[in-house]
């Protein structure tokens, strides 16, 4: 087993949370707060302006009118939109390189992220659920854990590999069997240094409802769906392949059946290329 | 030169210096498909197995099928003076995610629309790697019809 000490370390040395995004954040998770409010602290940020008036102007929202300024931004997208955007931000600076433990290439995860993200919105859209803010980031930020332990999963891969063999656990079992945490659990301490909100924590923490999660989280069940989905189409998959279990249960919660499921499949394989374009236009930033 | 195929997509090629590879093929299913005496080979990397699901996305992407994407790959490959006896056909793919063993297995149900289609086509099968909950990328090199399999977290291995 490994010292734990030296993992948390690495979590020190991920880039902090911008300011702005922190507040971008509090005002997401304060009932009370308006589109102004969002507007009014985006706005004496430039970067993160000029990336956000992008990425809305981009290919994959397809608006027929140009957003020129954040508050026509937050008006005519809302602010569960432009919240995500904000967190988009945060995911590229973080996820894009490539994570060689989990045998991902460069963009790999980023990609994953986003798509799971938006599919996630999508589910909630459609069953009408509200915090979406709060589905959107934790499905994009679900797998931060990942590119602090990937170094050590990389050097246990054969351990971790015959663990999954031999106990049939998943692939998250065994980094904790062999690594002595999970990347589940890592990114519930980026998420806590971050200072998200508890929620939203938990959502990281318990998204591949391992042992104890709460039965009756549905935002947890919207982003666990998005991200099953993606891992069976096979989107940003890396060396843990499709070890994690499959939990029918949650899904017929969300009142979803098989045409459903794959229909969502179906209709995200034909938006890649619009997401490429997104890719695109969040690339390169920084915030 | 390396000619990427995405999902819900096919390449087929007699370029002798291209090189066709599809990567992390999760519960999806890669086919690929050569002639060795006109050296013409082909890539397909399809996501469900029944085109019936939505008649405007079949229409619209093919590809996306097994049951529409299969007979596209055949047909360009013909198109190229390829012949269905004289093909090498790989398999590969159809991963599962633990205990999906009913509900929702599509990685199965893929590798099913494919043995069904080629049970009915008179197509012979001489290699596949299918089901298991690894993912795995495919590449085949159109000058000599050379094979390539990568799963999870391996280096890439010729089959």
Redesign the interface.
Same mark, same amino acid.
């Given at each position: 087993m490994i010292d734990i000490t030296s993992i948390i370390k690495g979590i020190d040395k991920l880039k902090p949370i911008p300011q702005v995004t922190q507040k971008v954040m509090a005002i997401a998770n304060d009932p009370m707060s308006s589109a102004t409010d969002l507007a009014d602290i985006i706005q004496y940020d430039p970067a993160l302006t000029a990336n956000i008036l992008r990425v809305c102007n981009s290919a994959f929202f397809g608006l027929a009118k140009r957003i020129d300024s954040i508050h026509q931004a937050v008006a005519y997208l809302g602010m569960d939109q432009v919240v995500g955007m904000a967190m988009l931000n945060l995911g590229s600076e973080n996820l894009k390189q490539a994570q060689q433990g989990y045998?991902l290439r460069e963009g790999?995860l980023w990609k994953y992220s986003v798509l799971s993200a938006f599919m996630a919105r999508e589910l909630a859209d459609n069953k009408k659920q509200k915090g979406k803010h709060l589905i959107f980031t934790g499905a994009l930020l679900k797998d931060i854990g990942k590119t602090v332990l990937s170094e050590y999963v990389g050097n246990y891969?054969d351990d971790i590999?015959k663990a999954i063999a031999d106990r049939?656990i998943?692939f998250r079992d065994a980094e904790k069997l062999i690594i002595g945490i999970d990347h589940a659990a890592v990114g519930a301490m980026v998420a806590e240094k971050w200072n998200f909100s508890g929620k939203m924590v938990d959502i990281i923490r318990n998204h591949h409802l391992g042992a104890g999660w709460p039965e009756d989280d549905i935002d947890l069940a919207t982003v666990y769906v998005a991200d099953?989905l993606c891992?069976?189409?096979?989107?940003? @998959?890396? $060396?843990?392949?499709?070890?994690?279990?499959?939990?029918?249960a949650v @899904?017929k919660k969300l009142h979803l059946n098989?045409?459903d499921?794959?229909?969502l499949?179906? $209709?995200f394989?034909?938006k890649?290329h619009e997401l490429e374009k997104l890719l695109t236009c969040v690339q390169g930033i920084s915030v | 030169m390396n000619i990427i195929v995405g999902v819900s997509d096919m390449r087929v090629s007699n370029d002798p210096n291209s090189v066709l590879i599809t990567y992390s093929l999760g519960s999806c299913i890669g086919i690929s498909i050569y002639d060795p005496m006109v050296k013409v080979g082909g890539l397909l990397h399809f996501m469900l197995p029944d085109s019936r699901l939505d008649e405007g996305k079949a229409r619209r992407n093919p590809l996306m099928f097994a049951d529409t994407g299969i007979p596209a790959l055949f047909k360009a490959a013909y198109e190229l003076g390829a012949a269905k006896q004289r093909m090498r056909v790989i398999v590969v793919g159809g991963a599962q995610i633990l205990d999906q063993k009913g509900f929702f297995n599509i990685g199965k149900r893929n590798n099913m629309a494919v043995r069904k289609l080629f049970w009915k086509n008179k197509v012979m099968i001489d290699y596949e790697a299918v089901g298991g909950n690894v993912n795995r990328t495919i590449k085949l090199q159109i000058s000599d019809g050379g094979t390539w399999l990568k799963t999870s977290g391996q280096q890439f291995e010729k089959i």
């Open positions: 045998d790999e891969f590999e049939n998943t099953t891992m069976i189409m096979g989107i940003g @998959v890396g $060396s843990d392949g499709l070890a994690y279990r499959f939990h029918p @899904v098989d045409i499921l794959q229909m499949m179906a $209709s394989c034909e890649f | -």
